[in-house]
Each structure stands twice: as C-alpha cells, then as structure tokens.
C-alpha cells in the first residue's frame, strides 16, 4: 500500500508552500462541503486510514476531521483534476462539515447586491467544540 500511496503523491502538483486545495464533497449526494488545504503527510494519512485529514494552515499542524468536534469524513474516493493541482475527497460526512454547525461552509448567497444566510446551523458551534467533562 505505501508504494500505491507514493505513486499517488506523486501525480499531485503541490504549490510552493507544499500544499493543495482539497475539495470535500458528499459522495452520495454530491453536495460541496467544504475547501481546505493538504499536504503530502494529511493526504497520506487520509489514504491510510481511510478518514479525512488536512492541514491547517492557521494552525500550522495536521487537522483529522473530527477529532474535536467528532464530525468525521471517512474517505470514500480521492480525485485528481485535469491539472494535477487540486484533489476532490469523496466522503461519508459524520453530522455537520462547517465550524459554524452548518451542514456545508456554503450558506451564504449572493442574492439581490447582497450576502444572504441561506442556511442555519444545525449544532451550536460551543457545543461541536466543547470540553469534554472528567
């Protein structure tokens, strides 16, 4: 598997900072979820366990989908474009996909000159992120 893996990484176009944009999107329905971005070792680990990981770029650290919030992405299929440059995960979302406890991060609408909610959160986002009780 790590030589099927290798040869994968190596048909991605990563930009100079090591990165590409990831698409995630319900393999089901074909909703978009949400765009973050990965690297070599979030798209490996994705591959190897089969669970959605990214990189964060705010945090400067490997983010798996889930692991706060318990909203997983089990991978189903990854995707490359025509370019090399942008790859499009298919999954299995577990509840929300969005910070905000939306069920995508797309629920805003350019509608009539302005932004328009066109969604509301279905988990209040303090209660995706709290702390567990000991």
Same mark, same amino acid.
């Given at each position: 598997?790590?030589?099927?893996?290798?040869? @994968?990484?190596?048909?991605?176009?990563?930009?100079?900072?090591?990165? @590409?944009?990831?698409?995630?999107?319900?393999?089901?329905?074909?909703?978009?979820?949400?765009?973050?971005?990965?690297?070599?070792?979030?798209?490996?680990?994705?591959?190897?366990?089969?669970?959605? #990981?990214?990189?964060?770029?705010?945090?400067?650290?490997?983010?798996?989908?889930?692991?706060?919030?318990?909203?997983?992405?089990?991978?189903?299929?990854?995707?490359?474009?025509c370019d090399?440059?942008?790859?499009?995960?298919?999954?299995?979302?577990?509840?929300?996909? #969005?910070?905000?406890?939306?069920?995508? #991060? /797309? /629920?805003?609408?350019?509608?009539?000159?302005?932004?328009?909610?066109?969604?509301q959160p279905?988990?209040?986002?303090?209660?995706?992120?709290?702390?567990?009780?000991?």
């Amino acid at each position: 598997m790590t030589d099927a893996i290798e040869r @994968v990484l190596a048909e991605i176009k990563f930009d100079a900072e090591g990165l @590409v944009p990831a698409i995630a999107q319900q393999h089901d329905t074909g909703e978009v979820l949400m765009v973050a971005w990965m690297n070599r070792d979030s798209l490996r680990i994705s591959l190897e366990e089969g669970r959605a #990981c990214y990189w964060s770029r705010s945090r400067k650290a490997l983010w798996r989908k889930g692991e706060s919030s318990g909203q997983v992405q089990a991978l189903k299929e990854l995707r490359l474009d025509c370019d090399g440059d942008t790859v499009l995960l298919l999954v299995e979302q577990t509840g929300v996909a #969005c910070h905000t406890g939306r069920r995508n #991060c /797309f /629920f805003r609408a350019w509608r009539d000159g302005a932004w328009v909610e066109i969604a509301q959160p279905l988990v209040a986002p303090e209660e995706l992120y709290k702390e567990p009780k000991a």
